[in-house]
């Protein structure tokens, strides 16, 4: 094989081992690009996250962000339960699914209006998380769950918000 094509194949590979980034580097990145708003951008590089690295660390917080992108992106609030589900089911111990179990109770409750839906989920979190999570997460649910479908003016605490 002539040389020069073994140097340029040589530096090929190096170029490819190179552009690999790390979990963090890819979470760091998706991070800013969701602060400028550029959510198509930052999903790709979550889901390459997620994909590539699914043991790591940042996979966690990867996948949970994929679902506030989805909010944030385009209203798509179904989507996000799906991958709000898949922080709980996939990563059981991180922090993040507890988060995410609350926001499953809180789109169906805030965004959908499925009370009833909403409410399972939020008891599911006292079931799955209350013994773990911040004791003003934990009172939150139960604020929401005693308030599920009230109007603002129906809750004493929430009045002076209400226009």
């Known amino acids: 094989m002539d040389l020069r094509i073994i140097k340029v194949l040589s530096l090929l590979l190096i170029f490819?081992?190179?552009?690999?980034?790390?979990?963090?580097?890819?979470?760091?990145?998706?991070?800013?690009?969701?602060?400028n708003q550029n959510y198509s951008e930052a999903l790709k590089n979550l889901r390459n996250l997620v994909d590539n690295y699914p043991?790591?660390?940042?996979?966690?917080?990867?996948?949970y962000m994929i679902g506030d992108t989805y909010i944030a992106?385009?209203?798509?609030?179904?989507?996000?339960?799906?991958?709000?589900?898949?922080?709980?089911?996939?990563?059981?111990?991180?922090?993040?699914?507890?988060?995410?179990?609350?926001?499953?109770?809180?789109?169906?409750?805030n965004f959908l209006n499925d009370y009833e839906s909403a409410r399972l989920e939020y008891e599911k979190f006292?079931?799955?998380f209350s013994s773990k999570a911040d004791s003003g997460l934990v009172e939150s649910v139960k604020f929401e769950l005693r308030n599920l479908g009230k109007?603002?003016?129906?809750?004493?605490?929430?009045?002076?918000?209400?226009?």
Not at 18 to 32: D, V
Not at 151 to 163: G, T
């Open 73 to 109: 992106f385009n209203k798509n609030f179904e989507g996000a339960l799906d991958e709000y589900r898949k922080v709980v089911s996939n990563f059981p111990e991180s922090k993040f699914a507890i988060n995410a179990q609350f926001m499953i109770g809180y789109v169906f409750a």
């Open 16 to 35: 490819i081992g190179c552009s690999k980034q790390s979990p963090q580097e890819l979470l760091e990145e998706s991070k800013i690009m969701i602060t």
């Open 126 to 128: 006292l079931q799955l």
């Open 55 to 63: 043991q790591s660390t940042e996979a966690a917080e990867g996948q």
């Open 151 to 163: 109007d603002l003016n129906e809750i004493p605490q929430l009045k002076h918000i209400s226009p």
